[in-house]
Nanobody
Framework: QVPVVESGGGLVQAGGSLRLSCAAS????????MRWFRQAPGKAREFVAG????????SYAESVKGRFTISRDIAKSTVYLQMNSLKVEDTAVYYC??????WGQGTQVTVSS
């Protein structure tokens, strides 16, 4: 099991920003496709953003394109999700996953109107 730990969630007003961090052990960040997912109450878990281990190419859900940015710092073994222009509908528990196999416990993001 590869430990994956999210942090950085919290309560923010609509239009605000948050940066989530995902720390993983060893060489996980540089050898895994890292993705962020989210799950709102009563809804299925959905893909938010991903960064590939080869080349660091990024991908985003349509609902967050232009507002969220995924990045990684291999030296710090950390992946980030910068979330700007947050909306109430972004409220969810955000999860980080390595290769969709190793998952963190999630971090709550609540956006108030």
């Amino acid at each position: 099991q590869v430990p994956v730990v999210e942090s950085g969630g919290g309560l923010v007003q609509a239009g605000g920003s948050l940066r989530l961090s995902c720390a993983a052990s060893g060489r996980t960040i540089s050898t895994s496709d890292m993705r962020w997912f989210r799950q709102a109450p009563g809804k299925a878990r959905e893909f938010v953003a991903g960064i590939s281990w080869i080349g660091g190419s990024t991908s985003y859900a349509e609902s967050v394109k232009g507002r969220f940015t995924i990045s990684r710092d291999i030296a710090k073994s950390t992946v980030y999700l910068q979330m700007n222009s947050l909306k109430v509908e972004d409220t969810a528990v955000y999860y980080c996953a390595a290769n969709n196999v190793h998952w963190g416990q999630g971090t709550q993001v609540t956006v108030s109107s």
